[in-house]
């Protein structure tokens, strides 16, 4: 019985510094951030592409009359 009191968790006496606060949460909002960028990239530059690839036909079109 006594083992598993002593395996069980308690209350945690811990502190977070300032330091290692603000550092774990610029972490998590760098991990954040590079997810929304890596699925903005996803989305932006095919449609940049294809808007490219439009213009670039519609000036051919425009060049031929």
């Given at each position: 019985m006594a083992a598993l009191l002593l395996l069980s968790p308690g209350l945690a006496q811990a502190y977070i510094g300032?330091?290692?606060?603000?550092?774990?949460l610029a972490v998590i909002g760098g991990i954040l951030l590079s997810i929304l960028i890596a699925v903005f990239a996803l989305v932006w530059y095919p449609l940049k592409r294809a808007r490219a690839r439009r213009r670039a036909r519609q000036q051919d079109d425009n060049a031929g009359h």
């Amino acid at each position: 019985m006594a083992a598993l009191l002593l395996l069980s968790p308690g209350l945690a006496q811990a502190y977070i510094g300032p330091g290692l606060g603000l550092g774990a949460l610029a972490v998590i909002g760098g991990i954040l951030l590079s997810i929304l960028i890596a699925v903005f990239a996803l989305v932006w530059y095919p449609l940049k592409r294809a808007r490219a690839r439009r213009r670039a036909r519609q000036q051919d079109d425009n060049a031929g009359h």
